[in-house]
Antibody, heavy 116, light 106 residues
């Protein structure tokens, strides 16, 4: 059974950079896409972006150039960086595995990040 | 982007009842829709993909139907473990988008 676990600071100051890591266990990262998704009370679930094991990346245009996702297959991890954060970036952040067509079959439990 | 609208926002039901949740897309998404179940303290669970295909291990009481802009998740006989938040997600076009969720409670 594939398991995902998010980790990173729970509190980030405004204008700073949010950095999270997702550790994947129970399966290979090959041949899958890997997503970051966030959930805030005001906006519901928002897909942030994904990365493919081969290196292809796709971001939600709503986040512009603030977001970047990277992959570390040697450690079975992928990471999220979101720059210039504001209170609007306060949310529970989830990582998830993407079946190639675009739905998510395994999720992490989520980690709350507060910008304050 | 495609806007996904779920209704109702909250549904109060009793165990054993039949439940129908709606997901409406702002433009046609064919059958490129997934349904998920979310419970506190647990990871989100994929229930349905391709609008009507149950994911591995999902009980037969869960069924998905519809295509285009009107899609539905039905729970034929609600069990106590089904009280949760359900949300839909389209994967017809990028960016991927989710509905606001329907909370099913007692």
């Amino acid at each position: 059974q594939v398991q995902l676990q998010e980790s990173g600071p729970g509190l980030v100051q405004p204008s700073e950079t949010l950095s999270l890591t997702c550790s994947v266990s129970g399966g290979s990262m090959r041949n899958y896409y890997w997503s970051w998704i966030r959930q805030s009370p005001g906006k519901g679930l928002e897909w942030i972006g994904y990365i493919y094991f081969g290196g292809a990346i796709n971001y939600n245009p709503s986040l512009g150039s603030r977001v970047s996702i990277s992959l570390d297959m040697s450690n079975n991890q992928f990471s999220l960086r979101l720059t210039s954060v504001t209170a609007a970036d306060t949310a529970i952040y989830y990582c998830a595995r993407v079946v190639v067509v675009g739905y998510h079959d395994f999720w992490g439990q989520g980690t709350l990040v507060t910008v304050s | 982007e495609i806007v996904m609208t779920q209704s109702p926002a909250t549904l109060s039901v009793s165990p054993g009842e039949r439940v129908t949740l709606s997901c409406r897309a702002s433009q046609s998404i064919g059958t490129n829709l997934a349904w998920y179940q979310q419970k506190p303290g647990q990871t989100s669970r994929l229930l349905i993909y391709g609008a009507s295909t149950r994911a591995t291990g999902v009980p037969a009481r869960f069924s998905g139907s519809g295509s285009g802009t009107e899609l539905t998740l039905t729970i034929s006989s609600l069990q106590s473990e089904d009280f949760a938040v359900y949300f839909c997600q389209q994967y017809h076009k990028w960016p991927l988008t989710f509905g606001g969720g329907t909370k099913v409670d007692i």
